[in-house]
């Protein structure tokens, strides 16, 4: 039995217009332990001849029967596995993967084949001493010589001990000298196997050739036996085992290893593409997870970087307890003053030069500001302070006043003292910073303090004292002159009085409380409007008008008159950290109050809207991103084309390759997710928005990422292996001949 026979065999290279012809009908067969030489000149069909033997490439006609079995239906896994077991290549162009050493290429061989573990390294050493490459084992490929470089092709056309070697041309593009080396060494290795060398140098295998091959414009003119072989051996394949995925990932980090500076590339790449679309991930996240907050009624202006915690029975926190609060993870510092923040009044900003006033929506302590935040610096003195570019009308080193109420100029305001600005947030935060010196000082702005909050809700009552008239509400204004009547409607016509009048009076205190009080046996007088006159004014006498206002305040007596609280103030970097506050210290003991934290439904459907958009806005986004990724990846890749040729002339099949190819993206978006995480942590020490926003991220959210690149990383892989696997081996080798 022949291994190998050709049966009118013809094979066409067919191109968009031409059709060529690579062999014609050719009928040959071949046996093991047989040493046949094929020449002929160049265009003659050799190569086509030796690439449909060892199935790197079909045929058109005739029938090529290996071990007498028909491969016109062959497969490509079947080409694959065939190849796999029996077939060894040596090629001109000496077929090495450049960026491995002698070693790793000899070794890949025997890792596809499976040979066994423990045999591996003494196999491959043997084999690198047959071909003379023993001081050369470590180096790689590309520092090699042509002849160094086809000894180690051949070691590893060996390894596989395979019963059939094919050469096309070897010495094609070596000196004489490595030429003879060479064929001698392949004339060595070619006991009892089948050995078929085509060269264009009859006379350098003349000594060792059993038989000769001549072709001719795609016909064998000549088909000479030299030496008869007597005994023909049978054919012993090599085993094939599946490559299993462990032996992939070790290819795979070989791989990565192997091109170092490419890796690195591909890396940095990735790092910059992955760590810009986390940061927009994590801000998304950010917002949507604040745009869930509301600030909390009883403490509006407390931002989100203070916690506020009392015990349950209202007594005074020890030195010891305030220690451990001081002590935890998330706590930057603690204020045992915490009325000293004022919060729960509202807070009015005035210029001292008489220009500029505005509103304020928090206090809070400058440790929660950086440099970088700010133009000008951290206050330290008492009476130093950062205040918000939002109220431009201030600069840095003017003198400011703080008040309470909403407005300044309104009745009864309270002063807190003066303040030098001397630093400007440069974010929009309308929220006024103190020292830590002013924060931690035990002050006796208590009672001032409780003045104050008296005052704040008394002015609050008589702002908005009204009562219904004519089915509208009216305001009252306190009568700035004595009267003769307990109301009196303005306008400029005929005058009515009205005696023994009943109203209701209603209002809110400072906190929002209904306040309403019935008067009977008022004295009325109304002037008839003015036809101009839009809006109605009504007057009250002032003793009266004094009188409901106390009336109303004793109503709501606590509201000012609560007993100071025992109250801890704890500053924390943000929303992430005063969460986990909660959930440390909240407990029977414990009351925490994070104003920051408060949602409500209606919040909720929005935070879900923005939520859906957010992930569209990724989404995109993302595309765009890998879609960079991608065209880089993909020339990368491309120059990789030949390897995995190579590989697969070896005897990996497409399957094995695909997965190496899916695991070393996937390994590469991993180890790029991993990096860019350490990174960006790294980095939010330094840089304000990344330390913000980091700790917003959950467990679920990395595992989205993650995810998202592994997903990504996948679908690079496979469309590279659809590039990779849609030309022949050949094909591929021939295409990356000119490289
Ligand atoms: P040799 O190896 O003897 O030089 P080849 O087998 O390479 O000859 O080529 C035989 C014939 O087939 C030549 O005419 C060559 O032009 C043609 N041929 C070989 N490969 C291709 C190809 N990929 N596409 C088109 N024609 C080809
Ligand atoms: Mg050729």
Redesign the pocket.
């Known amino acids: 039995m022949s291994i190998i026979r050709l049966d009118q065999v013809a094979k066409y290279?067919k191109?968009e217009e031409t059709v060529?012809?690579?062999m014609k009908k050719i009928s040959l067969s071949f046996d093991l332990g047989e040493f046949v030489a094929v020449t002929?000149e160049?265009?003659?069909?050799?190569?086509?001849l030796l690439n449909v033997i060892s199935g790197l490439d079909g045929y058109e006609d005739g029938e090529l029967y290996l071990f007498d079995e028909e491969t016109s239906h062959y497969t490509i896994a079947d080409w694959e596995r065939y190849r796999g077991a029996y077939i060894g290549f040596v090629f001109q162009n000496y077929n090495i993967i450049d960026s491995y050493s002698v070693y790793q290429n000899v070794m890949l061989a025997l890792e596809i084949q499976g040979y066994p573990k423990k045999d591996r390294k003494k196999r491959a050493f043997e084999l690198i001493e047959k071909v003379g490459l023993t001081s050369h084992r470590h180096h790689k490929a590309s520092k090699l010589s042509g002849g160094q470089k086809q000894r180690a092709v051949i070691a590893r056309a060996l390894a596989k001990d395979c019963p059939v070697i094919v050469a096309d041309e070897p010495t094609g593009n070596l000196d004489s000298q490595s030429a003879t080396q060479i064929m001698k060494l392949l004339h060595e290795i070619s006991e009892g196997k089948l050995v078929i060398v085509?060269t264009h140098d009859y006379d350098q295998v003349k000594s060792y050739a059993t038989r000769k091959i001549k072709?001719h414009d795609?016909e064998v003119v000549e088909d000479k036996v030299l030496h008869k072989i007597e005994h023909p051996i049978e054919a012993k394949p090599v085993e094939l085992k599946k490559t299993s995925i462990w032996t992939l990932f070790r290819f795979a980090i070989r791989n990565l290893f192997s091109t170092p500076k490419k890796t690195l590339f591909l890396l940095i790449m990735q790092i910059l593409v992955i760590s810009v679309f986390t940061l927009i991930y994590t801000d998304q996240m950010k917002n949507i997870r604040e745009r869930g907050l509301e600030q909390s009624q009883i403490f509006p202006n407390v931002p989100e970087t203070r916690v506020l915690i009392e015990k349950r029975d209202g007594s005074e926190f020890s030195i010891s307890e305030i220690e451990s609060f001081r002590n935890l993870n998330h706590v930057n510092e603690i204020y045992e003053h915490s009325s000293l923040f004022y919060n729960e009044l509202d807070l009015t900003i005035q210029g001292l030069n008489g220009y500029g006033y505005g509103y304020i929506q928090g206090t809070d302590s400058a440790i929660s500001l950086s440099e970088s935040e700010i133009t000008g610096r951290i206050p330290v003195a008492i009476d130093e302070v950062v205040i918000s570019s939002y109220w431009q009308s201030f600069n840095i080193g003017d003198t400011i006043e703080l008040y309470n109420g909403y407005y300044y100029e309104e009745a009864n305001q309270v002063s807190f003292g003066q303040f030098k600005v001397v630093g400007i947030d440069n974010q929009d935060r309308h929220i006024i910073y103190f020292s830590d010196a002013y924060l931690k000082q035990d002050i006796e702005i208590e009672e001032q303090l409780d003045i104050s909050r008296y005052e704040n809700t008394r002015s609050s009552i008589s702002y908005q004292m009204t009562f219904d008239y004519e089915s509208a509400s009216v305001y009252i204004e306190r009568a700035y002159e004595s009267m003769d009547v307990d109301i009196m409607f303005v306008g400029n016509g005929e005058q009515t009085l009205l005696e023994d009048q009943t109203i209701e009076i209603n209002t809110y205190s400072s906190t929002g409380i209904k306040l309403e009080k019935v008067l009977t046996g008022l004295t009325v007088i109304v002037y008839a409007e003015d036809e101009n006159s839009y809006y109605k004014r009504v007057m009250m006498d002032q003793v009266l008008y004094d009188q409901l206002v106390e009336d109303f305040l004793l109503e709501v007596e606590f509201e000012y008159m609560l007993p100071e609280r025992n109250m801890l103030s704890l500053s924390v970097t943000g929303y992430y950290q005063g969460n986990q506050i909660i959930e440390e210290v909240d407990s029977n003991i414990y009351k925490v109050y994070y104003p920051a934290n408060i949602s409500s439904p209606s919040r909720e459907v929005l935070v879900f809207l923005s939520g859906l958009l957010a992930i569209v806005l990724l989404s995109l986004f993302g595309l765009f991103l890998y879609a960079i990724v991608h065209a880089v990846t993909r020339n990368v890749m491309n120059a990789r084309k030949k390897d995995f040729a190579i590989y697969r002339s070896i005897g990996a099949n497409q399957t094995s390759l695909a997965k190496l190819v899916v695991i070393e993206q996937v390994m590469m978006a991993v180890i790029g997710f991993g990096l860019t995480l350490v990174i960006l942590n790294v980095l939010s020490s330094s840089i304000p928005m990344i330390g913000r926003t980091l700790p917003y991220m959950e467990i679920q959210d990395y595992i989205i990422l993650i995810l998202a690149f592994v997903l990504f990383g996948l679908w690079l892989g496979l469309r590279f292996n659809k590039k990779v696997f849609k030309q022949t081996v050949i094909e591929t080798l021939?295409a990356s001949k000119g490289e």
């Not at 160049?42 to 086509?48: D, L």
């Open positions: 290279y191109s060529s012809v690579g002929g160049s265009g003659s069909g050799k190569s086509t085509v072709m795609g021939s």
